[in-house]
């Protein structure tokens, strides 16, 4: 898994990434939690998001925001960080310029910046969001939605209200030609302590289902 550098809007970027020798292998972008709150790139969650997409055939990239880790700059409210992650995207597209599909997985903060930069590129074909922070940003960008998706977290959830991410889920849902999943995953507090095997095993089926290789995991809903 080499270290990568990559060239961002503020300076350098610290990177992860993982290659797939198959020919047109997909790529997936995973967005760590809030960098003024200790998320960077290794946060668990994350760090389980990208082998889980590695298992499944991607090319996948994790990186640090601004100001966390070696990366340069300094947190920007997320503006900096939605330019951040353009620009990991385009540096993941640039080494894997036949990729046969894009995908991009958040976690939290995460989560919210790669709804906004799923917007902005038509190319990204699907997304995961693990405990999108419905109830603290805004979210309504999504107008509509699209790309189909994963939407999880967990109904012990102690940041983000259970019903405020099942109402964006609903909302998402309720859209015309796309399919948003809603799993929720029990006993899991917002940060998936002691439940980030579940939560791993319903990204995993829910890829395999996507991808068509296997049928749909049990949902944990």
Known sequence: MPDVIINGPEGRLEGRYQHNKTPNAPIALMLHPHPQHGGTMNNKVVYQLFHVFARHGFCVLRFNF?????????????????????????????????????????????AWIGMQLLMRRPEIAGFVSVAPPASMFDFSFLAPCPSSGLIVNGDADELVPVEAVEKLAKKLASQKDIKVAHR???????????????LTGTVDGYLAESLGRLPAAVGQR
């Open 66 to 110: 601004r100001g966390v880790g070696r990366s340069q700059g300094s947190f920007d409210r997320g503006e900096g960080e939605l330019s951040d992650a353009a620009s990991a995207l385009d540096w993941l597209q640039g080494v894997n310029q036949n990729a046969s599909s894009c995908w991009i997985a958040g976690f939290s903060f995460g």
């Open 184 to 198: 929720v995953v029990r006993g899991a507090n917002h940060f998936f302590s002691d439940h980030i095997e579940a």
